[in-house]
C-alpha cells in the first residue's frame, strides 16, 4: 500500500524579512501577490490530475495568511473542483499572529483550514524584538486564544529559541505562557544562523554570537522537558503534539519519505524515488508558467543508498525511529550486521532504544540525530570486502 | 697507468664539518666538472642527501692531478656516508681505500663521529692525514684543533692541512699532501683477480653498477667472474672509472677504482663487500670485509588510504633494489588495514627511508612506533625474536627477556656533563663513564639499551647541550630487561597499530602520552570516548573526551532534505579516511599526531 501523498503550496509572501529566515520569500508588491493566485492555478492546470489524491494540503510560507481571503479559497475550491483532495484532506496554513483576527479566521475556516499554525516564535517582548517580528506579545496572545476559540482541530504555536544570551529560565517562562494558552500543537526551533541572512552578516561580523553548544543542548532539553512535562509528547525532533490526532500529517510525510507535490516558488516535489524543485524566484517561475512550462528548476534521483541514508536522517528525527527489518527488506542492507558496535554503544548509552526490530531514539538520541545519522555505514568496506 | 701514480682515499669527518664542500672543491680545483655544470655537493646525488647535508649513500670519484712533480695523479675519492647507521657502508669504503683525509671542524673540533670512524680506519690500516676545515670561520681555532688532533685522535698535529672548503683556501697544499703522504696502492696485477664490491647504484637501463676496488689481478669486459660469497657467475660488459659520469675503460688492474656492469637484475643479487674473482682463474680466499647488514629498528608502514597498500608493495620493492639493507615482510592491522612491517639500520635510515617513500613514490603514510628486536626465551626453552608488538607471546610463558644494548659515546663542552648523565641514568644507562679532552670537552661512555635510544634521545641531547653534543653508538650485546606490551584502548577496543614493547618503568609514562595525544586529537562524537593504555587487563592511564550533545538541525521539511543530506554525504566522505575502532571514529591525524610525537 503507496501512502497517500501531500500537496504544499508554497506562498512567497512576507511584509517584513525577518533577520533569522532563509525561505524562498519577497516583500510582496500588491501586483505581484494578485497575480499570485492565477499563476498558481496556472500551474495547477499544467501539472495535471495526480494519480490519486492527496490527504494534505499545506499553505506554507513566506505568510500565507497574507493571500487574499478569496485568493485562499478560490485554490482550494479549484484543487476540489478538480478532485486533487480526498475526502478527509486536512488543510494546514501558516499565518502570522498580527494577520489574525475574527474575519481572517472565518476566511481559513472557509477554505477549509483545519490546523491553524501561528508564527508567534516568543512571548518574550525582548525575544520579539530581537527577531525582528511585526507583533507584540498581546497580539500573539490575543491570536493564539482566538484562534482555539475558532473550531480548527488543530492549533499549532511556532517558538524559537537559543537566542543569543538566552537563559533556561526565561525560555521555561517563555513556555509555560504559550502552554497556559491551551494550544494542540507547538512547533519549536532552535534558532539557526544561516549564512545568506541578517543574522548572518551580524555573527559574520562579530556582532552576533551564537549559543555555545553547551547552552544549546541545555535549551533543546528544557524545551522538550518542559512540553513534555505539559502533556505534549515530542514526536520529532521540533514538533509536540497534545494527542496523536493533533500531529501534523503533513510534516510527516517528509519524515517517512512519503509522496508529496510542491507548488509556488521554491517547492520541492518527491514521488519516493526522484526529488524536484521548482525554480525558486519568483521571477523565474512566473516567466516559466508564462511559456506554459512546469517550472521545475531541477530534479535528482535518489540512488539507493541515498535513499537510504535520508531514510536515516529523517527517521532518527521521530521518536518512532526505523525498523530495521524494514531497511533490509527494502535496501537489501543489514544495518544491524554493518553498525554492531555502533548500535551496541547507542544503546549502551540510551540514545536509542530497541523495540522489536525498531530502533527509536531517546531524547537524547534525538539531540543528536544528525551525527548519529551520519554515523552509519550503510555498505560494507570497499576494502575491506575486497580483501577478507 | 702505473699503481704508483694512483691514490685511493676518503674522507672522514663529523656531520657537518663539511666533508661534501670539501669533496665539491677537489673535484673542481682537479677540473672533474665544468663550473657551468657545478653543483653543491655534487657527490650527494639525492635530493635528501643535499637537503639535510648528509650523505646516505657512497659514491666515488676519479680525478686527475698534476701534481708539481711533473707527474698527473689519479685521485680515487671515495666518498663515506658520515652518520653510524650507515656504518656498514663506511666500512665497505674505508675498504676499499689505501688513506683517508680526517677532516676536523676549526670551531667544533674533534666530534663523537670523527673518533668513532677513525677507529676503523685504523682497524683498516689506512693511512691517515688530518684536515683542519672552515679556518675561515671567526670562531676558528686552530691550534686548539691542532692540540685536539694531538690528545684526542693521537695523530701529529703539524701534519695538519688548515683549509678553507668554502673558500678553496689550502686546497692546492692539501692535494700536494694527498700525492706526498698518503701511499699509492700495492697488489699484483698478475694474481688472480679480487676486486672487493663496496657499493652498488641501480641503473634501469644497465641494471646493477657495482664500485670496485681491484685489490689484485685485472679485470675487463668480456671476462667471466665470479662472486665469492653468493658464487653466482656473470659475464663483465663494461668497465670503467667514476668521473662524475661513468667513463669506459679497456680494463681495471690492481689498485684501480672503478665501476663494473655484468648484467646483474638487482641489488639484491649482490652482496655489498662480497669479492669478485675470475670465473676460471679463481682466487682461493676471499677478501675480509663480508658482513650483512642487520636491521635493529623495525616499524610497519601502512598506506593512509588502504587503496594505497599496492603503490606502498611497489615503491619499496623499486627502493630495495639500490637500499638493500631494508628488509620488509607484509604486515596487517585492523585498524590500518594492510602494510609492511620493516626493518632498519637505525632511525635515521628509518627516516630517510619513510621521506624517500613519500617524496619519491608520492605515498602518504603512516609508521607505528618504532621498536628494537627483544630475545625472549620461553619456558619451554625456545627463544624466539621478537620485534613485533602484536607477536608478543602470553607473557606467562615467557622466561627471560633480553634487550639490544648499546655503547653511546657523546662528546660536549664540560658544562652540560651532568645534564647528560641525567638523560643517560633517564634512559636506564649503565656503566657511564667520562673522561676529558682537550680544551675542557668531555666525552661520556655508557651503554644503554637502543629501546632508550629510539625516543627522542638524540633531540634531547641536542637540546640540552645547546646544540653542541654529539652522539655516536656501536651495538654491545643483548641484556636480561623487563619488558611489558603496552595495549591502547578506545572504548574497550584495542587499537593494535599503536600497541608498543616498553620497559616496565616506562610503562606508565609512555601509556598516558598516548592518551594525551589521542584525546587531543580524536573529534568529540555522540558517545563519551574513554581511552586507556593497559597492560594485559591492569589500566594504567585513561583519559575521557566528552560527548557532544546536541547537533540536530531544527529543521527539516522538503525544501531542506536534498541539502541536510549532501551536507551528511560530505562528512562521510571525510570520514573514509577515518578509521572505525568499536563505535569510534579515529582520524588518521591522530595516529600521526601520536606516532610522531615525542615524548617529552
Not at chain 1, 491553524?116 to 524584538?129: A, I, K, M, T
Not at chain 1, 521540533?238 to 512519503?258: C, D, G, I, M, V
Not at chain 2, 639490544?404 to 664540560?414: H, L, R, Y
Not at chain 2, 554525504?569 to 582520524?587: D, L, N, T, W
Request: proline share 4%; with cysteine; glycine share 6%.
Amino acid at each position: 500500500m503507496s501512502p497517500e501523498a501531500g500537496l504544499y503550496v508554497h506562498v512567497p509572501f512576507c511584509s517584513t524579512l525577518c533577520p533569522y529566515c532563509d525561505f524562498a520569500v519577497n516583500l510582496a508588491t500588491e501586483a505581484r501577490r494578485s497575480r499570485y493566485v492565477e499563476l498558481l492555478l496556472t500551474e495547477i492546470a499544467l501539472r495535471g490530475r495526480p494519480d490519486a489524491p492527496f490527504d494534505t494540503l499545506y499553505f506554507g510560507g513566506g505568510t500565507p495568511s497574507l493571500l487574499p481571503a478569496s485568493g485562499l479559497r478560490r485554490i482550494v475550491e479549484t484543487l476540489s473542483d478538480l478532485e486533487w483532495l480526498s475526502a478527509g484532506c486536512r488543510v494546514f496554513l501558516e499565518a502570522n499572529p498580527e494577520d489574525v483576527n475574527e474575519a481572517s479566521l472565518a476566511g481559513f475556516r472557509q477554505a477549509r483550514v483545519s490546523t491553524l499554525s501561528l508564527g508567534v516564535q516568543s512571548l518574550d517582548p525582548e525575544s520579539l524584538r530581537f527577531l525582528g517580528r511585526g507583533h507584540t506579545r498581546d497580539e500573539a496572545v490575543r491570536a493564539i486564544a482566538l484562534s482555539c476559540r475558532s473550531g480548527f482541530e488543530t492549533v499549532s504555536v511556532d517558538l524559537i529559541y537559543g537566542l543569543p544570551g538566552q537563559t533556561e529560565e526565561r525560555l521555561r517562562q517563555d513556555l509555560e505562557d504559550a502552554v497556559a494558552l491551551g494550544p494542540d500543537h507547538f512547533s519549536c526551533y532552535q534558532l539557526t544562523v544561516h549564512e545568506r541572512t541578517l543574522f548572518g552578516r551580524r555573527k559574520r561580523e562579530g556582532r552576533l554570537e551564537e549559543a555555545s553548544e553547551a547552552a544549546q543542548s541545555g535549551l533543546f532539553r528544557v524545551t522538550h522537558l518542559v512540553l513534555e512535562s505539559a502533556g505534549y509528547e515530542a514526536y520529532e525532533v521540533s514538533n509536540f503534539a497534545r494527542a496523536p490526532e493533533h500531529r501534523s500529517r503533513h510534516n510527516q510525510k517528509y519524515w517517512t519519505h512519503a509522496p508529496y507535490l510542491g507548488l509556488g516558488p521554491g517547492a520541492h516535489s518527491f514521488d519516493g524515488r526522484t526529488r524536484a524543485w521548482n525554480e525558486r524566484s519568483f521571477f523565474d517561475w512566473e516567466r516559466r508558467l508564462r511559456r506554459e512550462e512546469i517550472p521545475v528548476a531541477g530534479s535528482e534521483s535518489l540512488r539507493g543508498e541515498e535513499l537510504l541514508l535520508e531514510t536515516l536522517m529523517l527517521r532518527l528525527r521521530t521518536r518512532e525511529g526505523f525498523d530495521l527489518d524494514d531497511i533490509l527488506e527494502r535496501f537489501g542492507v543489514d544495518l544491524l550486521d554493518l553498525n554492531r558496535a555502533l548500535i551496541d554503544k547507542s544503546l549502551e548509552d540510551a540514545l536509542l532504544v530497541r523495540d522489536g526490530s525498531w530502533l527509536r531514539p531517546t531524547l537524547d538520541g534525538l539531540a543528536v540525530a544528525d551525527g548519529l545519522a551520519g554515523a552509519f555505514r550503510l555498505s560494507p568496506d570497499p576494502w575491506k570486502a575486497a580483501h577478507l | 697507468m702505473s699503481s704508483d701514480l694512483v691514490r685511493n682515499f676518503c674522507i672522514i669527518a663529523h656531520i657537518d664539518h663539511g666533508k661534501s664542500t670539501l669533496a665539491d672543491r677537489l673535484i673542481q680545483r682537479c677540473g672533474g666538472v665544468a663550473d657551468r655544470e657545478f653543483r653543491d655537493q655534487i657527490l650527494d646525488s639525492m635530493d635528501i642527501e643535499r637537503e639535510r647535508g648528509i650523505t646516505i649513500k657512497s659514491n666515488s670519484v676519479t680525478l686527475l692531478y698534476r701534481a708539481k712533480d711533473g707527474n698527473e695523479y689519479q685521485l680515487n675519492l671515495i666518498d663515506t656516508p658520515g652518520h653510524v647507521d650507515f656504518s656498514h657502508e663506511v666500512r665497505r669504503s674505508l675498504m676499499s681505500c689505501d688513506g683517508a683525509l680526517i677532516l676536523v671542524d676549526a670551531s667544533q673540533g674533534v666530534e663523537a663521529q670523527t673518533l668513532a670512524n677513525l677507529y676503523v680506519a685504523m682497524e683498516y690500516n689506512l693511512t691517515l692525514l688530518p684536515v683542519i676545515n672552515k679556518i675561515d670561520l671567526p670562531a676558528a681555532d686552530v691550534d686548539r684543533i691542532r692540540e685536539e688532533i694531538d690528545s684526542d685522535l693521537g695523530l701529529d698535529p703539524f701534519e695538519a692541512i688548515p683549509v678553507s672548503a668554502k673558500l678553496g683556501t689550502g686546497i692546492d697544499e692539501l692535494l700536494e699532501a694527498i700525492v706526498k703522504k698518503l701511499p699509492p696502492p700495492t697488489g699484483d696485477p698478475d694474481a688472480p683477480l679480487k676486486a672487493l664490491i663496496f657499493d652498488a647504484q641501480y641503473d634501469s637501463y644497465r641494471g646493477v653498477v657495482a664500485l670496485v676496488r681491484v685489490r689484485d689481478g685485472r679485470i675487463a669486459a668480456g671476462q667471466k667472474i665470479r662472486l665469492m660469497h653468493t658464487d653466482k657467475e656473470y659475464e663483465v660488459e663494461e668497465v670503467g672509472l667514476l668521473q662524475l659520469k661513468r667513463v669506459k675503460t679497456k680494463e681495471l688492474v690492481a689498485g684501480a677504482v672503478g665501476y663494473v656492469i655484468a648484467n646483474i637484475k638487482a641489488i639484491r643479487d649482490i652482496a655489498m663487500g662480497d669479492t669478485i674473482t675470475d670465473a676460471d682463474r679463481g682466487a682461493s680466499e676471499p677478501l675480509p670485509g663480508y658482513k650483512e647488514a642487520k636491521p635493529v629498528v623495525f616499524s610497519s608502514i601502512y598506506p593512509i588510504a588502504t587503496d594505497e597498500y599496492e603503490d606502498l608493495a611497489k615503491a619499496l620493492e623499486k627502493l630495495s633494489l639500490n637500499d638493500p639493507a631494508i628488509i620488509y615482510q607484509k604486515d596487517s592491522s585492523s585498524a590500518l588495514g594492510f602494510g609492511f612491517r620493516c626493518g632498519f639500520l637505525g632511525l635515521l635510515h628509518l627516516d630517510v627511508v619513510q621521506e624517500r617513500l613519500e617524496r619519491e613514490y608520492g605515498l602518504a603514510l603512516l609508521l607505528s612506533a618504532p621498536s628494537v628486536r627483544y630475545r625472549i626465551t620461553l619456558e619451554s626453552g625456545e627463544v624466539v625474536q621478537v620485534d613485533n608488538p602484536s607477536l608478543y607471546p602470553d607473557p606467562s610463558r615467557i622466561a627471560k627477556t633480553e634487550e639490544p644494548f648499546i655503547k653511546a659515546s657523546i662528546m660536549m663542552p664540560e658544562r652540560y656533563l651532568g645534564s647528560i648523565m641525567e638523560l643517560c641514568r633517564e634512559r636506564r644507562g649503565e656503566k657511564s663513564s667520562f673522561h676529558y679532552l682537550a680544551q675542557g670537552r668531555v666525552e661520556l661512555t655508557a651503554e644503554l639499551p637502543l629501546a632508550e635510544v629510539l625516543f627522542d634521545f638524540y633531540d634531547r641531547l641536542k637540546t640540552l647541550t645547546q646544540g653542541y653534543g654529539s652522539f655516536d653508538y656501536e651495538l654491545l650485546d643483548y641484556r636480561e630487561t623487563k619488558i611489558v606490551k603496552v595495549d591502547i584502548l578506545v572504548n574497550d577496543e584495542k587499537v593494535d597499530a599503536l600497541s608498543q614493547l616498553v620497559h616496565e618503568d616506562k610503562a606508565r609514562v609512555r601509556a598516558m602520552h598516548y592518551c594525551e595525544k589521542l584525546a587531543e586529537t580524536i573529534p568529540r562524537q555522540q558517545f563519551r570516548i574513554a581511552i586507556q593504555g593497559a597492560i594485559g587487563a591492569k589500566i594504567i592511564a585513561r583519559t575521557t573526551i566528552n560527548a557532544f550533545r546536541k547537533d540536530v538541525t531544527a529543521k527539516c521539511y522538503g525544501g531542506d532534505i536534498t541539502r541536510k543530506r549532501k551536507l551528511l554525504e560530505k562528512q562521510k566522505e571525510g570520514k573514509k579516511r577515518m578509521k572505525m575502532v568499536g563505535a569510534v571514529e579515529i582520524p588518521q591525524a591522530a595516529f600521526i599526531a601520536v606516532l610522531k610525537s615525542d615524548e617529552s
